[in-house]
Antibody, heavy 121, light 110 residues
Framework: QVQLQESGPGLVKTSETLSLTCSVSGGSINSDYWSWIRQSPGKGLEWIGC???????SYNPSLRSRVTISVATSRTQFSLRLTSVTAADTAVYYC???????????????WGQGALVTVSS | QTVVTQEPTFSVSPGGTVTLTCGLS?????????PSWYQQTPGQAPRTLIY???TRSSGVPDRFSGSILGNNAALTITGAQADDESDYYC??????????FGGGTKLTVL
């Protein structure tokens, strides 16, 4: 049973960089694709981007200029960095694992519990 | 830019059947969009119900089913129960590594 856990600061100052880590247990990060999703208060889910351990990465076009997703060298974590944050980036951030067959992904099968990040001056 | 569309709200009577849809502002959804469905209750992380159009996630009861209906992906709930009252989101693969969620449907069971 794969388990994912988000961690990082719950409060980030306006214009600074938001950094979160997703720790993976019960499975290998050296397979499938891994993703970050966020949900602003009272709003719907927003796909941020995804990463494969080989380094293949895709980002939401609306966030591409500010976001970086990477796999840690430990191969048990992957991370999210979002620069120049504003109040609009206040959200619960989820990490998730894709279900993939032969490198074709078909949706998420596992989710983290989510981490609330508040952006404030 | 193409967006993923869902009914904002829907209601169903206990024991009834409801079909939620997931479409595109331009074009038709097919299996190559790999539609998946997620259930979310307030304060909780999303729960995967369906992936790859119609494959139920582990532990999901068979009264939840996914399909393609006409131009849309669809989630059908048969024998609706009170605890099915949730927000439901669909996710589509838009190509070139990009995925997009629909705006979600708030389902009321009453």
């Amino acid at each position: 049973q794969v388990q994912l856990q988000e961690s990082g600061p719950g409060l980030v100052k306006t214009s600074e960089t938001l950094s979160l880590t997703c720790s993976v247990s019960g499975g290998s990060i050296n397979s499938d694709y891994w993703s970050w999703i966020r949900q602003s208060p009272g709003k719907g889910l927003e796909w941020i981007g995804c990463v494969h351990y080989t380094g293949s990465i895709s980002y939401n076009p609306s966030l591409r200029s500010r976001v970086t997703i990477s796999v840690a060298t430990s191969r048990t974590q992957f991370s999210l960095r979002l620069t120049s944050v504003t109040a609009a980036d206040t959200a619960v951030y989820y990490c998730a694992k894709y279900y993939c067959i032969n490198d074709v992904c078909r949706g998420f099968d596992y989710w983290g519990q989510g981490a609330l990040v508040t952006v404030s001056s | 830019q193409t967006v993923v569309t869902q009914e904002p709200t829907f209601s169903v009577s206990p024991g009834g059947t409801v079909t939620l849809t997931c479409g595109l502002s331009s074009g038709s959804v097919s299996t190559t969009y790999y539609p998946s469905w997620y259930q979310q209750t307030p304060g909780q992380a999303p729960r995967t119900l369906i992936y790859d159009t119609s494959t139920r996630s582990s532990g999901v009861p068979d009264r939840f089913s996914g399909s393609i209906l006409g131009n849309n992906a669809a989630l059908t709930i048969t024998g609706a129960q009170a605890d099915d009252e949730s927000d439901y989101y669909c996710l589509l693969y838009m190509g070139s590594g990009i995925w997009m969620f629909g705006g979600g449907t708030k389902l009321t069971v009453l």
